[in-house]
């Protein structure tokens, strides 16, 4: 698996890596999405810098141009709920992709921990295809785990692209660990080196589906 971490480069994506963190822009949801949904359009800018080209020729008014295009759209796929702003991004830049999405959940148990449980997929046929999954936060490492695995289901892709904001040090260890494919690329936006008991990714920035949607009645 190659890791590609974009943030600490001095690009525009800092600005917006900076602002989903605090906590005082937090407190603006429409902000908040907006971030990510600007982060996602980056992602895709360099992840199609990945996919396969075709040059073709363009008849413009003077002429033909020889111009290279998408050669095969790839899948978004994101899981619900805290990866449909990133996932909206995606696809502002990778517009004509086909879409699947993924609803898994934290499960609490009576003791206080939690159980990462599948529960619905909508998706087309992924056989051969280039799939991007998205996931905000890479904290645990098991939601992005059961995503990825879910996809299979669908058919085999071509490669699989992971796309995190943050990660923790631990969650990347261990999707290094369990996804053991040199057809798939992890992105990510920065790692943080921390996690909490509750498995939430330390200095991080919360719960994104929370600060984008609203809080849920089982989020603490």
Request: aromatic share 8%; with cysteine.
């Amino acid at each position: 698996m190659e890791i590609k971490i974009l943030g600490n480069n001095h690009s525009v994506l800092d600005q917006y890596l900076a602002e989903i963190r605090d906590i005082s822009i937090q407190k603006d949801p429409l902000r908040f999405r907006e971030n990510l949904y600007r982060m996602g359009e980056l992602f895709a800018y360099e992840i199609s810098k990945e996919l396969k080209f075709e040059v073709t020729d363009v008849t413009t008014p003077l002429g033909v141009a020889k111009v290279p295009k998408l050669g095969e759209q790839p899948v978004l796929a994101t899981i619900l709920r805290a990866g449909l702003a990133m996932h909206n991004g995606l696809l502002k830049i990778l517009d004509r992709a086909e879409n699947c999405f993924i609803s898994a959940f934290r499960k609490y148990t009576d003791n206080g921990g939690f159980e990462i449980e599948f529960e619905y997929m909508a998706s087309p046929s992924l056989d051969g295809k280039v799939v991007i999954l998205s996931d905000p936060m890479l904290a645990s490492g098991k939601s992005m785990e059961i995503g990825y695995n879910a996809l299979f289901s669908k058919g085999t892709p071509s490669h699989v692209h992971l796309v995190s904001v943050i990660a923790s040090r631990q969650g990347v260890d261990y999707i290094s660990k369990t996804i053991q494919s040199k057809s798939v690329t992890l992105w990510l936006g920065a790692v943080d080196e921390g996690l909490n008991p509750k498995s939430y990714i330390v200095p991080g920035l919360g719960d994104v589906g929370d600060l984008a949607y609203g809080e849920k009645i089982d989020s603490k």
